[in-house]
């Protein structure tokens, strides 16, 4: 069982930067693709991002490209997830989640969940 634990959101304004992390409690998370998800209200979950168990593929959703940036550090067991030029419209609670193999963006695919982070962008 891997459970997993994301810190780092918070309110901030537009044009400004957060940068989330993920790390899993109890064991590592090595051997898998980890995606971040995120919920805005009134809304389906949609994938952000995800990268592959070694940090070489990585994977984006058009809203996000050229402004999110995924990456993970296994010696430190984390993955984070670095957004830029952040909209109002990227207000949503963010997950990660992890998946041995296959499609690390698909919500129904993940197995393993953690219990997300609020992130605001208002002024």
């Known amino acids: 069982q891997l459970q997993l634990v994301e810190s780092g959101g918070g309110l901030v304004q537009p044009g400004g930067s957060l940068r989330l992390s993920c790390v899993p409690s109890?064991?590592?998370?090595?051997?898998?693709?980890i995606g971040w998800f995120r919920q805005a209200p009134g809304k389906e979950r949609e994938g952000v991002s995800c990268i592959s168990p070694g940090g070489a593929n990585t994977y984006y959703s058009d809203s996000v490209k050229g402004r999110f940036t995924i990456s993970r550090d296994n010696k430190k067991n984390t993955v984070y997830l670095q957004m830029n030029n952040l909209k109002p419209e990227d207000t949503a609670v963010y997950s990660c989640?992890?998946?041995?193999?296959?499609?690390?963006?698909?919500?129904?695919?993940?197995?393993?969940w953690g219990q997300g982070t609020q992130v605001t962008v208002s002024s």
């Open positions: 989640a992890a998946v041995r193999l296959g499609n690390c963006l698909t919500t129904r695919l993940m197995t393993y």
């Open positions: 109890g064991s590592t998370f090595g051997n898998y693709r």
